[in-house]
């Protein structure tokens, strides 16, 4: 595999339930990056990792727990989510935190109840 | 002063016409400009960027128009097709952390 690939594709969640995003890259990048996509708004940055370390977190309310157990892998652990929650969630990485370009996977669409 | 702003929100174009799309920054410290492309379903591939040494750079198609002290740039399709329509991101970036600031998007329709 190649790339950057995040599991599941899709997620229907109750606000009570609690559920993980997964995101693996298969590039060698050391930084990785969460972000929300909604509709009709700019891409929101949400976390960032950098080998490892969580070196920014942009206001991300305490509901969203993201984790990196290492340079490949990324999580982001979700709990009593409210419905505004729902859009987009994309994970991206690069060779280094502010590399360009930015890899992009194809996202995990969660829809809340 | 971290914004970017995209226009037009939403475009139509016909086959073989030219489809432009434009941003606008404020902050001088960004020194990268890329262009993401999005197609339904996927994640944002990018498709050109560049950097503020150069006023324009071109890949097949693709076109980035930079206008420095503007504070401007577009991105121009040439011959558009109707596998471009998709929805395009400008973005930008620079400084210590180097985080991409990312427009609204524009989605692009090219009617056969």
Same mark, same amino acid.
């Given at each position: 595999e190649t790339g950057v690939t995040q599991t599941p594709r899709h997620l229907v969640m109750g606000m009570t339930n609690k559920k993980s995003l997964k995101c693996e890259q /298969?590039?060698? /990048?050391?930084a990785m990056y969460w972000y929300k996509q909604s509709a009709k708004k700019p891409l929101e940055l949400m976390f960032v990792y950098s080998l490892e370390e969580r070196v920014e977190n942009n206001s991300v309310p305490s509901r969203f727990s993201p984790e990196c157990p290492n340079s490949s892998h990324l999580f982001l652990h979700l709990h009593t989510l409210q419905p505004e929650d729902s859009a987009l969630y994309l994970c991206a990485s690069s060779q280094e935190r502010g590399g360009q370009p930015q890899h992009f996977g194809d996202g995990t669409r969660l829809s809340i109840l | 002063q971290q914004q970017v702003k995209q226009s037009p929100q939403s475009l139509i174009v016909q086959k073989g016409g030219i489809s432009i799309i434009n941003c606008a920054y404020e902050n001088t410290a960004f020194d990268y400009f890329p262009w993401y492309q999005q197609f339904p379903g996927k994640g944002p591939a990018l498709l050109i960027a560049i950097r503020p040494d150069v006023s324009e750079k071109k890949e097949g198609r693709f076109t980035i128009s930079f206008n420095k002290s503007a504070k401007q740039f577009s991105l121009h399709i040439m011959d558009s097709q109707p596998g471009d329509s998709a929805t395009y991101f400008c973005a930008a970036s620079g400084g210590s952390q180097g985080n991409l600031i990312f427009g609204k998007g524009t989605k692009l329709s090219v009617k056969p």
């Open positions: /298969h590039l060698g /990048h050391n | -």
